[in-house]
């Protein structure tokens, strides 16, 4: 039998590593990781993929089936966790001696992992902002990482606004290999690209999703609502629950009215402050939604803090009203969807006068090229088969098989 020489081999599977704020469960980040796992299992099914994760175990149950090759790991989240009450030079040199020489049981293995690395693809959301500065600490890795191994590095629809220290968040973006923020704040602080939210990847699995402008005559659906308790400032979170039931009581009187959750908890409360008005069997639990599917579909009237349900409702074609919770975090995701074209009225924070609900019937059109826009550059990302864009599969550094306590 003539033996195959050592050219003609395969070269080996990559190793992607994609970091999310998922498993906590919140609809919007879950939805972005599920997104990015369907795609990447599209193009690199042989792929080694790692999610670095808030809650690994709820992560593998939520979406540890959307990849053949998925493994799950909190490494670089507990590191920039246990850095929260450091002041900040004193973590960035925690973080930089971790990355860097090892030297921890807590973290090494998983740090080893990560040393193997071909990518480290920072997913998209609002978690590297001024609510959570310790956030930060991610970029500060990645830039280590890259480094020590050479690994390259993404940024996909994050949202940077309000930030901490837009100086550090600008310069350590400025050494990725690619970066996109999902809102014209974030994209002037960073300096970098301004593209769709990453959910609009994943739109093709939403049951009602079709792309096509509503037609004109929809009758008048259910209304769905969910109102937040977290991430608040003082008071908008009781304003929103005054806005909706005066709404309730008089406009949308009549109508059927159900509650979706987005976070469990966190939701729950506005539903109970409205238990009079909805009946409890139209309660939809967040496990219900994740199973069943997002329920949007044009007739229907949403109300809702969640930006991630004003993004998937609208882009089903549903009209809606955005309640504000604050005036710079939530303002400036719900304010994106409606420079996108969502047609969305939006309640201003505080206010408990329900701005009347509204639509664009092309938005699902826009919907879809915004999805055609973030599929390319998940493919320029991620070209499909086990190469890189130049033809080449990169070749790990020799760095990345240091031993344990190298020291640089």
């Known amino acids: ?10 070269p080996p599977a990559p190793v992607l590593y994609l970091v999310a704020p998922t498993g906590h469960p919140n609809f919007g ?8 796992l369907r795609h990447l299992a599209a193009v690199h099914p042989e792929a080694e993929v790692w999610l670095d994760c808030t809650n690994p175990g709820q992560a593998a149950h939520l979406v540890g089936s959307l990849h053949p090759r998925v493994r ?14 450091m002041d900040p030079v004193a973590a960035g040199a925690h973080i930089d001696r971790l990355i860097t020489d090892l030297g921890s049981p807590r973290y090494d293995l998983g740090l080893l992992a990560l040393r193997r690395a071909d990518s480290v693809h920072l997913l998209g959301g609002g978690y ?3 609510i959570w500065p310790h956030h930060a600490g991610l970029l500060r890795a990645a830039c280590r990482l890259k480094e020590l191994t050479g690994a390259r590095l993404y940024a996909t ?11 550090a968040v600008r310069e350590a973006l400025a050494v990725f290999d690619h970066a996109t923020v999902r809102d014209a704040p974030s994209a002037e602080l960073a300096g970098v690209a301004h593209g769709p939210d990453d959910a609009f990847l994943g739109l093709e699995a939403v049951p009602g999703f079709t792309g096509d402008p509503v037609q004109d005559g929809e009758p008048d659906g259910d209304v769905w609502v969910c109102l937040q308790s977290d991430t608040s400032s003082p008071g908008a979170a009781e304003a929103a629950v005054a806005a909706v039931r005066a709404a309730l009581e008089g406009p949308l009187a009549g109508r059927t009215v159900r509650y979706l959750e987005a976070i469990p908890g966190a939701d729950r409360t506005g539903f109970e402050q409205l238990a009079d008005l909805i009946p409890a069997e139209h309660f939809v639990p967040f496990t219900q939604v994740w199973l069943e599917g997002f329920p949007a579909r044009p007739g229907q009237t949403w109300l809702t803090t ?3 349900f004003h993004l998937l409702a609208a882009a089903c074609g549903a009209a809606g009203t955005a309640l504000e919770v604050s005036d710079d975090y939530y303002r400036t995701k719900h304010r994106s969807l409606l420079e996108a074209g969502t047609g969305w009225s939006v309640t201003a924070a505080g206010d408990a006068r329900l701005a009347t609900p509204t639509a664009a019937a092309s938005f699902p059109a826009t919907a879809a090229a915004l999805r055609e826009e973030k599929l390319a550059e998940a493919r320029t990302l991620y070209p499909g088969g086990r190469h890189h864009g130049d033809g080449t599969h990169r070749a790990a550094p020799e760095s990345r098989h240091r031993g344990w ?3 640089r």
């Open 306 to 308: 969640r930006f991630h």
């Open 405 to 407: 306590f190298h020291r």
């Open 128 to 130: 590297l902002n001024a």
């Open 157 to 167: 629809g994050l949202g940077l606004y309000p930030a901490a220290d837009a100086t």
């Open 1 to 10: 039998m003539p033996r195959t020489s050592h050219h003609e081999q395969p």
């Open 72 to 85: 799950f790991t909190d490494t670089l989240w507990r590191l920039v966790v246990d850095t929260a009450a």
């Open 29 to 36: 980040d879950e939805f972005i990781a599920a997104a990015w």
